[in-house]
């Protein structure tokens, strides 16, 4: 099957952007592997079969079957290899789904499409079925139409996300829906300021919490403490300049904040088990 032309790029209107293709026909319009790259609009990977496996942030993860996988608009992924596998990818932004029909406020009803949300979806074989028909039926409508039936669309693609909310499962070790709340504030804030404020007091002040407080509650939600949070996310910031700029290395650590280039090709190195120059060198070769 070919891919329609349709499906080269993402369709943008006055209703918003959108995207669709058979995850399939994926590896006849892109390149692999994809180095580390910021998600400009929502991403979503549907499997029909076979498995799909990527790096969200600084997580590996892996879906299989009848499994969805949700890489949020600002969030950094990559990947490095083709697979073999059917399904559906679809990139879409917030407009695309307040469009006509829709209500800003439903926006907080999709945790999953947040940067600090599950990017892991695990629905019921039944609602499975649903799904994969739903998706066959946006992708008809948009390979023959584009956006000129956005309320089309928008209803369909609205009624997936539903289903698929209805299977979400929060990305989180705790109990306290409080607690869960406060994480998400944190990465959310550290999503914002990660290249001006390295320090935990920093969160901390802006959470008008205790730098002891935010470092019990963030380690029980997640398993890790704020400040491996902040050097992980340090490092993907720099992970994304090394691939998408020219900049030398001294300059990379100036933009995400840290004027000590030792520092930075330390704390590079101590997560990626290489230093920047060597990394950027591997992005070149691949």
Not at 21 to 37: A, C, E, R
Not at 77 to 86: A, H, P, Q, R, S
Not at 207 to 215: D, E, K, R
Request: with cysteine.
């Amino acid at each position: 099957m070919k891919p329609d032309p349709k499906l080269k790029e993402i369709i943008t209107s006055e209703y918003g952007s959108f995207f669709m293709v058979k995850v399939q026909d994926l590896i006849k319009i892109s390149k692999v592997p994809v180095p580390p790259t910021r998600a400009i609009t929502h991403s979503m990977i549907f499997l029909t079969s076979g498995i799909a496996t990527m790096k969200i942030g600084f997580h590996n993860v892996k879906i299989g079957k009848n499994q969805c996988l949700v890489v949020p608009a600002g969030q950094v992924f990559c990947y490095d290899k083709y697979e073999v596998n059917t399904g559906f990818l679809c990139n879409f932004d917030n407009d695309f789904l307040v469009g006509k029909i829709g209500n800003p406020n439903m926006l907080n009803d999709f945790d999953f499409l947040n940067i600090w949300g599950n990017p892991i979806i695990k629905p019921t074989a039944k609602t499975s079925t649903y799904l994969a028909q739903t998706f066959q039926r946006v992708l008809d409508e948009y390979a023959a139409n584009g956006l000129k039936n956005p309320q089309i669309l928008q209803a369909y693609f609205i009624a997936a996300l539903y289903d698929l909310n209805a299977a979400y499962k929060p990305l989180s070790n705790s109990k306290s829906k409080t607690a869960t709340a406060l994480t998400n504030r944190f990465k959310g804030l550290l999503h914002q300021h990660i290249r001006s404020k390295h320090l935990v007091t920093d969160y901390a002040g802006m959470l008008s919490i205790s730098p002891n407080h935010l470092n019990k509650i963030v380690k029980e939600t997640t398993g890790k403490s704020p400040s491996r949070w902040i050097d992980e996310s340090l490092v993907t910031e720099a992970k994304v300049l090394l691939f998408q700029t020219p900049d030398l290395i001294n300059e990379i650590a100036a933009e995400i904040g840290i004027y000590d280039q030792s520092y930075f090709s330390r704390l590079f190195k101590k997560y990626e088990k290489v230093s920047p120059v060597e990394f950027r060198k591997m992005i070149e070769k691949s």
